[in-house]
C-alpha cells in the first residue's frame, strides 16, 4: 500500500525548533524525490522544500538557512528540521513526492504553530 505518514509537530515559541518527520512506503522512497509542502490557513499548499534520492536538496527561499531536508534509507524516512521558527511558519505540513505523482495519496499531515 502506497502511503505517507508525518509525524513531529506542535506548538513552538517563535525562535524555536521541531523536526518533522514523514515514513513513506518502500516504493516511494527508493525511487522518487521527495518533498515537504505545507498549508496555511486560508492558504493554498506549497512546497517548502525537497531532496533527491541521491541526498540533493532544494528550498523555496522564505526557509532558506532555517530548514534542513535529510532522509534515512534504512528507516525510509525523511525528515524537516526547521530552526529559527516564524509565526508565518504556521501551517500543516505533509510530505509527497516532488513532484505530485498520481496514485500517491497526500497523508494526514502534521499541525505546526508557531505563537508566544
Known amino acids: 500500500q502506497v502511503q505517507v505518514v508525518e509525524s513531529g509537530g506542535g506548538l513552538v515559541q517563535p525562535g524555536g525548533s521541531l523536526r518533522l518527520s514523514c515514513v513513506a512506503s518502500?516504493?516511494?522512497?527508493?525511487?522518487?524525490?521527495m518533498g515537504w509542502y505545507r498549508q496555511a490557513p486560508g492558504k493554498q499548499r506549497d512546497m517548502v522544500g525537497s531532496?533527491?534520492?541521491?541526498?540533493?536538496?532544494n528550498y523555496v527561499n522564505s526557509v532558506k538557512g532555517r530548514f534542513t531536508i535529510s532522509r534515512d534509507r534504512a528507516k525510509n524516512t525523511v525528515y524537516l528540521q526547521m530552526n529559527g521558527l516564524k509565526p508565518e511558519d504556521t501551517a500543516v505540513y505533509y510530505c509527497?513526492?516532488?513532484?505530485?505523482?498520481?496514485?500517491?495519496?497526500w497523508g494526514r499531515g502534521t499541525q505546526v504553530t508557531v505563537s508566544s
Open positions: 509527497n513526492t516532488a513532484p505530485l505523482r498520481a496514485g500517491v495519496p
Open positions: 518502500g516504493s516511494i522512497f527508493k525511487f522518487y524525490t
Open positions: 531532496i533527491t534520492v541521491g541526498g540533493s536538496t
